[in-house]
């Protein structure tokens, strides 16, 4: 019966811990990292089960963004100075970690979750090029999403125009 209860707390603890690990992970990188606005276009990926992600891509103002065609794991996009690496040799102040896929870069944050009744206008926004995405860079290239903005405010106090509805 000890063991059975041991077992039971262990499961239930390991889920636990690991969730607030990732949670105290990404709340790092939004701490120590260099606070970066890039514009976003938004793109119709087809996917149904993706719920109410706003799905978008980046605009990093960087040439020949995984332009050669092949697949690559693991390459950087460099902010400062901006150029494509296809490995961090140190001289980048500000990269960001990626990898190349079908010709495009992504560095899993390409995806912004929104509330559904909120998700129409800020897509439609989006498509009409007035969005950016605020990140927070660390210098070894790990990113995340601080807001998305709208006209340069936040998606959250964002009002779309009639014609938008």
């Not at 995984?66 to 296809?86: A, H, I, M, N, W």
């Amino acid at each position: 019966m000890i063991e059975t209860k041991k077992a039971l707390i262990t499961a239930l603890a390991i889920p636990i811990l690991a969730l607030a690990a990732l949670t105290l992970y990404k709340k790092y990188i939004l701490t120590v990292g260099t606070e970066v606005i890039l514009p976003i276009r938004g793109f119709d990926p087809r996917d149904s089960l993706s719920g109410h992600y706003l799905i978008y891509q980046i605009e990093y103002g960087v040439d020949g963004v995984c332009s050669s065609g092949y697949d690559e794991d693991q390459v950087f996009v460099c902010l400062k100075p901006k150029e494509f690496l296809r490995y961090n040799d140190g001289e980048c102040e500000l990269p960001i970690a990626g990898s190349c896929h079908n010709g495009r870069f992504e560095a899993g944050i390409e995806k912004f979750y929104v509330p559904e009744e909120r998700a129409l206008s800020l897509e439609q926004a989006v498509r009409e090029k007035t969005g950016s995405i605020v990140l927070s860079v660390t210098r070894s290239g790990e990113t995340a999403v601080k807001d998305l903005l709208i006209d340069g405010r936040s998606w959250q106090t964002y009002q779309p125009s009639q014609k938008a509805q």
